[in-house]
């Protein structure tokens, strides 16, 4: 069960880097416009912000992804505790997103589902 976790945290990592692309390196194009919705002056407008937020998905991203790597390295007790408090990082602010934007349901689902079962299967594989 903790293989299967990890691979939901794998797959929350690849979207929050995803994220981190759009939202600092081409946070004004048309196509990241049209994701998030936005018009080239309101993308203007919150260009720095956008910034620094895909830094943030960005950090946790690489969180989840060292744990991954330490635990393969049989550092599994570091490991799981950097997958567990990166994807639970996650999950929390996909929880945050759906409260405070419930228009951005959707959003909040991608960012909120993967890494929220991927915590649930390591919490399950290490009880088991």
Do not use: C
């Amino acid at each position: 069960m903790i293989a299967v976790g990890l691979v939901l945290a794998g797959v929350a990592a690849a979207i929050h880097g995803y994220v981190f692309v759009m939202e600092s390196l081409t946070w004004t194009s048309p196509r990241t416009r049209a994701t998030f919705g936005t018009s080239p002056d309101e993308a203007a407008a919150t260009k720095e912000l956008a910034f620094n937020q895909g830094f943030y998905n960005l950090f946790l991203a690489v969180l989840v992804v060292l744990g991954i790597v330490l635990y393969a390295a049989d550092r599994r007790d570091v490991g799981l505790t950097l997958v567990v408090a990166g994807a639970g990082s996650m999950a929390a602010a996909g929880v945050v997103l759906l409260v405070s934007s419930p228009s951005k349901a959707r959003a909040a689902l991608v960012q909120l589902v993967p890494p929220a079962l991927g915590v649930l299967a390591v919490v399950v594989g290490l009880t088991a």
